[in-house]
């Protein structure tokens, strides 16, 4: 990885110079000056610019953590979401040293670092350290606990999910589509027949995740936090029977509705070898012309894009769902190995407490990266620094609003985070340790099948392979297992 050599280089003459308190609790005093922190995130080749300015706002952001906090921080953006995905797990297994990084449910698991034991307990650091994030967010973090101790930090952010699709605004206008009529992904049919007639240089649907993934929601299904898009349980069924999507008719219809939209090509023929940053850069591209997606952010429903045109956001009729998964969706978590953990969660701290800070690091430079006009900023296109993922570094409550979005959006997402459908088993984290060894068979046959299967690229024989295959792994001893669990935390509540 980038500078990885000479960082750990200077860490070894770093920690052979200072004292270190046992326990990794951090430095004190006039020690604790030199302190660098390590904190791995994704970012880069995944989004419309790249932070090809990263250095000059490291620098920036260096000075003020330098002077508030008296140590500072190696941000260390590692390639798009998919690289992250694949090179995270690998350096953590490998032994890296570092102090903070960013892990989710779908994106550097979570869970499986987690129950690795690669993660600290936060119990005790985060009332002490972090107490606005432990006063705003105390609820949530229940959901990070694993083996008995909080081991994340939630990025306060839109938490609800909601089944939705994203329009190209230069689109609507040109065919004048009827909005109001978009109730359900099936409507979508008519929009994608006429994007593929109309616009045939155009993708007509990006397939970053395949289709049924993108409406477990609207189907009124919830995940458990481990193989989300596999394992599934009803947010009406209150005892909470564990399924396989699979093998589930309403998932299985919108398989086959994939395979039919693939048929008639809105789905490219080469699609299924796309990875998730090869997706990315074609929708940052404009060469798509629109795309589904599970988080409808009210207030923030309209999205510039980097190729002069706004993307229009319009949610399906299925429920918003609150669930532990959602929380799980962006987290910072502090490395176990960690010699710092006192400063890396005073600097969590800072950057939710911090509105210059955290936009600094989440926009870039006034008049370099953006323009501020009145409470809005403007993203400069050649700025040369546009991660986009504020959501990544902490409390997007206090980031700034794009030009477009509405003055009272943070509202609307806390209103929608409390009106939400709960699921049953908020609250409820799984014992990994019982089922690690079935959890990983089972994602190794699902790993080889899903994408094509649930993509709509192959028939029906592969369809009935893969849930053979499924059943040959484990899958039901799997779901027993997980089972026992919820039915043992259901019966003590």
């Not at 909080?150 to 329009?167: C, D, E, H, Y």
């Not at 079935?438 to 299967?453: D, G, I, N, R």
Request: hydrophobic share 40%; with cysteine; charged share 25%.
């Amino acid at each position: 990885m980038k500078r990885m050599a000479s960082a750990l280089i200077c860490l070894i003459f770093l920690v052979a110079a200072l004292p270190v308190m046992a326990g990794g609790q951090g430095e004190d005093g006039a020690a604790a000056e030199a302190v660098e922190l390590v904190w791995y995130v994704p970012g880069g080749s995944g989004f419309p610019y790249g932070p090809d300015d990263e250095k000059e706002v490291y620098a920036q952001l260096n000075n003020m953590i330098q002077r508030d906090l008296g140590f500072s921080v190696d941000i260390r953006a590692t390639g798009g979401f998919g690289e992250y995905r694949e090179t995270m797990p690998l350096a953590m297994a490998a032994g890296e040293d570092f102090d903070l990084v960013w892990t989710s449910s779908w994106c550097n698991n979570f869970m499986d670092a987690a129950s690795d034991g690669y993660y600290a307990g936060l119990d005790e650091l985060l009332p002490e350290y972090a107490p606005t994030i432990w006063k705003d967010t105390r609820d949530a973090l229940e959901s990070t606990r694993m083996n008995g101790e909080i081991r994340g930090v939630w990025s306060q952010q839109i938490a609800a999910k909601t089944s939705n699709v994203f329009l190209r605004e230069s689109m609507i206008e040109k065919y004048g589509w009827d909005l109001d009529s978009i109730k359900e992904v099936e409507d979508l049919e008519p929009l994608l027949t006429q994007i593929k007639r109309e616009d045939p240089d155009l993708i007509p649907l990006s397939m970053r995740k395949p289709l049924p993934e993108w409406m477990i929601y609207d189907l009124g299904y919830g995940d458990l936090g481990v193989l989300v898009d596999l394992l599934a349980i009803r947010l009406d069924d209150k005892s909470c029977q564990v399924f396989s999507l699979i093998e589930d008719p309403g998932y299985k219809n919108k398989i086959e509705l994939a395979r039919d939209w693939y048929a008639k090509g809105f789905i490219p023929k080469d699609g299924l070898t796309y990875n998730m940053d090869q997706w990315n850069q074609m929708v940052n591209a404009g060469k798509v012309g629109m795309k589904l997606h599970n988080t409808w952010i009210p207030g923030k429903d309209r999205v510039t894009t980097a190729f002069d045109d706004t993307w229009v956001q319009i949610p399906f009729d299925g429920p918003s769902v609150m669930q532990g998964g959602n929380i799980v969706s962006t987290l910072n978590a502090v490395s176990a190995r960690s010699e710092h953990q006192v400063e890396a969660v005073r600097l969590l701290e800072y950057l939710w407490t911090n509105e210059e800070a955290f936009n600094l690091l989440a926009w870039g430079i006034e008049g370099t990266h953006y323009n501020l006009k009145g409470d809005f900023i403007e993203p400069l296109q050649d700025g040369g620094y546009y991660a986009n993922i504020p959501w990544v570094f902490g409390n997007t409550f206090i980031s700034y609003l794009r030009e477009g979005e509405n003055p009272e959006a943070n509202e609307m997402i806390y209103k929608l985070n409390q009106d939400a459908v709960k699921s049953p088993l908020m609250g409820f984290s799984l014992d990994m340790d019982s089922i690690k060894t079935l959890v990983a068979t089972v994602s190794s046959v699902h790993e080889q099948y899903y994408k094509a299967v649930c993509g709509g690229y192959v028939g029906d024989d592969v369809y009935e392979e893969y849930v053979a295959a499924l059943k040959q792994a484990g899958i039901d001893e799997l779901i027993e297992g997980i089972q026992d669990q919820i039915d043992s935390w259901t019966a003590s509540k």
